[in-house]
Nanobody, 123 residues
Framework: QVQLVESGGGLVEAGGSLRLSCAAS????????MGWFRQAPGKEREFVAD????????RYAESVKGRFTVSRDNAKNTVYLQMNSLKPEDTAVYYC????????????????WGQGTQVTVSS
Protein backbone atom coordinates (compact mmCIF):
# COMPACT_ATOMS: atom_id res chain seq x y z
CA GLN A 1 0.00 0.00 0.00
CA VAL A 2 1.03 3.57 -0.72
CA GLN A 3 -0.57 6.51 1.04
CA LEU A 4 -0.55 9.87 -0.70
CA VAL A 5 -1.38 13.26 0.79
CA GLU A 6 -1.53 16.41 -1.36
CA SER A 7 -1.11 19.95 -0.09
CA GLY A 8 -0.51 23.43 -1.42
CA GLY A 9 -3.76 24.18 -3.18
CA GLY A 10 -5.59 27.45 -2.79
CA LEU A 11 -6.99 30.53 -4.47
CA VAL A 12 -4.74 32.52 -6.79
CA GLU A 13 -5.23 35.23 -9.39
CA ALA A 14 -4.69 34.55 -13.05
CA GLY A 15 -1.00 34.80 -13.88
CA GLY A 16 0.00 33.70 -10.40
CA SER A 17 1.81 30.60 -9.17
CA LEU A 18 1.27 27.74 -6.78
CA ARG A 19 3.34 24.74 -5.79
CA LEU A 20 1.58 21.52 -4.95
CA SER A 21 3.22 18.82 -2.87
CA CYS A 22 2.37 15.17 -2.48
CA ALA A 23 3.87 13.24 0.40
CA ALA A 24 4.02 9.47 0.05
CA SER A 25 4.41 6.73 2.61
CA UNK A 26 4.21 2.98 2.76
CA UNK A 27 6.56 1.61 0.11
CA UNK A 28 9.89 2.43 -1.53
CA UNK A 29 9.07 5.76 -3.12
CA UNK A 30 11.65 5.59 -5.89
CA UNK A 31 10.02 2.43 -7.25
CA UNK A 32 6.97 4.44 -8.26
CA UNK A 33 6.25 6.72 -11.13
CA MET A 34 4.24 9.65 -9.83
CA GLY A 35 1.55 11.52 -11.69
CA TRP A 36 -0.59 14.60 -11.29
CA PHE A 37 -4.15 14.66 -12.55
CA ARG A 38 -6.94 17.19 -12.24
CA GLN A 39 -10.69 17.18 -12.35
CA ALA A 40 -12.85 20.21 -12.95
CA PRO A 41 -16.57 20.24 -12.09
CA GLY A 42 -18.57 18.26 -14.62
CA LYS A 43 -15.47 17.00 -16.39
CA GLU A 44 -13.49 13.79 -16.40
CA ARG A 45 -10.24 13.47 -14.52
CA GLU A 46 -7.37 14.33 -16.85
CA PHE A 47 -3.63 13.82 -16.94
CA VAL A 48 -1.46 16.83 -16.12
CA ALA A 49 2.11 15.59 -15.69
CA ASP A 50 4.15 12.68 -14.45
CA UNK A 51 7.67 11.74 -13.50
CA UNK A 52 9.58 8.47 -13.40
CA UNK A 53 10.92 6.95 -10.21
CA UNK A 54 14.42 8.24 -10.88
CA UNK A 55 13.14 11.65 -11.88
CA UNK A 56 14.90 11.47 -15.24
CA UNK A 57 11.74 11.21 -17.34
CA UNK A 58 8.80 13.58 -17.32
CA ARG A 59 5.68 14.03 -19.42
CA TYR A 60 3.18 16.86 -19.64
CA ALA A 61 -0.23 17.49 -21.06
CA GLU A 62 -0.10 19.97 -23.93
CA SER A 63 -2.28 22.39 -22.00
CA VAL A 64 0.34 22.85 -19.26
CA LYS A 65 3.63 22.50 -21.14
CA GLY A 66 5.92 25.42 -20.47
CA ARG A 67 3.89 26.52 -17.44
CA PHE A 68 3.98 23.54 -15.05
CA THR A 69 6.99 21.60 -13.81
CA VAL A 70 6.90 18.24 -12.06
CA SER A 71 9.77 17.21 -9.81
CA ARG A 72 10.47 14.84 -6.96
CA ASP A 73 12.70 14.46 -3.94
CA ASN A 74 13.12 10.77 -3.22
CA ALA A 75 14.90 11.49 0.06
CA LYS A 76 11.74 13.25 1.26
CA ASN A 77 9.25 10.87 -0.43
CA THR A 78 7.63 13.88 -2.04
CA VAL A 79 6.59 14.89 -5.53
CA TYR A 80 5.91 18.49 -6.51
CA LEU A 81 3.98 20.34 -9.16
CA GLN A 82 5.13 23.90 -9.73
CA MET A 83 2.38 25.79 -11.53
CA ASN A 84 3.17 29.15 -13.09
CA SER A 85 1.18 31.51 -15.31
CA LEU A 86 -2.02 30.02 -13.99
CA LYS A 87 -5.22 30.47 -15.96
CA PRO A 88 -8.86 30.25 -14.87
CA GLU A 89 -9.16 27.03 -16.88
CA ASP A 90 -6.59 25.45 -14.54
CA THR A 91 -9.21 25.53 -11.79
CA ALA A 92 -9.79 21.96 -10.59
CA VAL A 93 -9.14 19.47 -7.85
CA TYR A 94 -5.59 18.22 -8.31
CA TYR A 95 -4.71 14.64 -7.45
CA CYS A 96 -1.40 12.87 -7.20
CA UNK A 97 -1.14 9.20 -8.03
CA UNK A 98 1.43 6.40 -8.01
CA UNK A 99 2.18 3.59 -10.43
CA UNK A 100 4.75 0.82 -10.54
CA UNK A 101 6.37 0.50 -12.93
CA UNK A 102 6.27 3.89 -14.63
CA UNK A 103 4.35 3.40 -17.86
CA UNK A 104 1.06 5.04 -18.79
CA UNK A 105 -0.71 8.38 -18.52
CA UNK A 106 -4.27 7.21 -18.06
CA UNK A 107 -6.12 7.07 -14.78
CA UNK A 108 -6.39 3.28 -15.02
CA UNK A 109 -2.59 3.02 -15.19
CA UNK A 110 -2.31 4.31 -11.64
CA UNK A 111 -2.74 2.16 -8.54
CA UNK A 112 -2.84 4.66 -5.68
CA TRP A 113 -4.45 8.07 -5.33
CA GLY A 114 -4.45 10.95 -2.92
CA GLN A 115 -7.55 12.74 -1.72
CA GLY A 116 -6.98 15.82 -3.87
CA THR A 117 -6.36 19.51 -3.26
CA GLN A 118 -8.45 22.34 -4.69
CA VAL A 119 -6.84 24.93 -6.97
CA THR A 120 -8.95 27.93 -7.90
CA VAL A 121 -7.70 30.56 -10.34
CA SER A 122 -9.68 33.80 -10.45
CA SER A 123 -9.82 35.98 -13.55
Amino acid sequence: QVQLVESGGGLVEAGGSLRLSCAASGRTFSNYGMGWFRQAPGKEREFVADISGSGFNTRYAESVKGRFTVSRDNAKNTVYLQMNSLKPEDTAVYYCAAQSPYHGVWTYDYDYWGQGTQVTVSS
